[in-house]
Every structure is written in structure tokens, then in C-alpha cells.
């Protein structure tokens, strides 16, 4: 098991975020956390990544809690938040240079890392823009390159096409598949086609508690509905936060 989530949760204050979460996550599978807005995705994540401490509960990750091992968690993922953490200012190629420096590449070896990176993540083109100038698909491509500039064996992506047109949603979803099995993938959304598009499981959260876990076709069969958009709508029922 890559990844062991056990009674997992978050307060903040007297709201629950993440509500007693359990769930395992396989090696090489492309996870999908779906939910709507205010569900306990970003916390979940946030948990899992070391950057939020959980009230109770723990994870493990390769092994390691991340409660008690924050250190040899954070060796072996990394992420790209729904905040896109690049620096403007800096070109495209300077910003992925710049991650793998940080993570101790030679300046060699950061050299054909990027170049490696761009080609997959089809920002060649693009290498000499400075981030601020790139659209937002264009802008979340470089965020993802960058998190899998350390070699990650997770990698977290918490709402990666949000606000993207079409297109670009449709351009990073063919990008991500390739990445599909290569990586342990852990990605968070409230699109429901994203799901049906890249997962192989997917869990549904509402207000914190997990409402379901399977495959599409397993849940639909579960709950005898036609699509997974029933299946979705059943599930989150009630009022949301
Ligand atoms: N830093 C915080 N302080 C207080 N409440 C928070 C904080 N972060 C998230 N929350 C609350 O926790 C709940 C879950 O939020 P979040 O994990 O961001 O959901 P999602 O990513 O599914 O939209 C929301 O009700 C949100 O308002
Ligand atoms: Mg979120």
C-alpha cells in the first residue's frame, strides 16, 4: 500500500474539515477525491503533504506517518496546489531549473531534467516566457512539471484544471495520462468528467466524511443509478456547507 489513511481528521475550531477519513491508495493508481466546493479535499490533501497537522487520526505514506515522520514523507511526494505556487517573474525553464536545484540536481542534471519535462508537459515552446505572462492552463502545466522535477513516487494535485477552458482542461487531461502508472497520483476535483476521464477509483466527500469508494462502475452498480452523475447527486445530498 502506498498510501494508509486511518481516521483521518481535521477541526478547525468547531467545524469539522475532514471528518474520521480512512481509505488506502495502491501504487501506480491515479486516485481521484471528488467533491464540491467545501467538501475537505484541500484539507485531506493538505494533511497528507505535512503542510496541515491533523486534530487526530494519521497517514502513511511509503510507510512513514505523517504525524511522527513528516521528514521521509515529504522525500517521496510532492504537489501542486490549487494556489499555483510559481515564481512569476522567473521563465518557464528558470522555474523548473530553479526545482531541481533545489532538490540537489547538478546543474547538468537540472538542465536535462527541464528539458525532459518540458517536452512531456509540451512547454518547449513556452521556455523562455515568464510565468506570469502564460494562461492558466499553460501556468498549471509548469506547476505540475514542477512537482515532478524531484522525482516524486505521490504526487498530489488538488484541483488541477480549475477555471480552465475546454481545451486546456482537455490538454493537461492527455498530459496527466501519460503520467498515469508512472507515478502514484493522487488528484482532487469537482468535475465529474475529469473523474470518468483519469481515475481509477474515485472517493466522494461530502462535508468531511467519505460518502463512497470504488470504481465508477462499482458505485454506480452499488447504488443501481444510471450515471455517475446520479450516483454524485445522491451522495452529496443535503445541505452542503
Ligand atoms: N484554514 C482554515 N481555517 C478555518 N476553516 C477552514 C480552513 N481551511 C478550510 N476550512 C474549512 O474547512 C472546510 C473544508 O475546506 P476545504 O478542505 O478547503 O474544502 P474543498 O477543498 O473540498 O473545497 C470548509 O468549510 C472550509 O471553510
Ligand atoms: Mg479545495
Redesign the pocket.
Known sequence: MTIEIKELTKH??D?V??DNLSLNIEKGEFFALL??????????I?MLCGLVAPTSGDAYLEGASVVHNQIAVKNNINISP?ETAVAPNLTVVENLRLMARLYGYSKIQAEQRAIAQMNIFGLLTRQHEKAKTLSGGYKRRLSVAMAMMSTPKILFL??PTLGMDVRARRDLWSILRQLKGHVTIVL?THYLEEVEVLADRVGI?HN?KLRALGTIQQLMSQTGRPTFEDVFLELTEGES?
Open positions: 478547525y475550531k467545524q474539515a475532514v467533491g464540491q466546493n467545501a467538501a475537505g479535499k484541500t484539507t485531506t493538505k490549487q488538488d484541483e482532487t466527500m468531511g456547507r
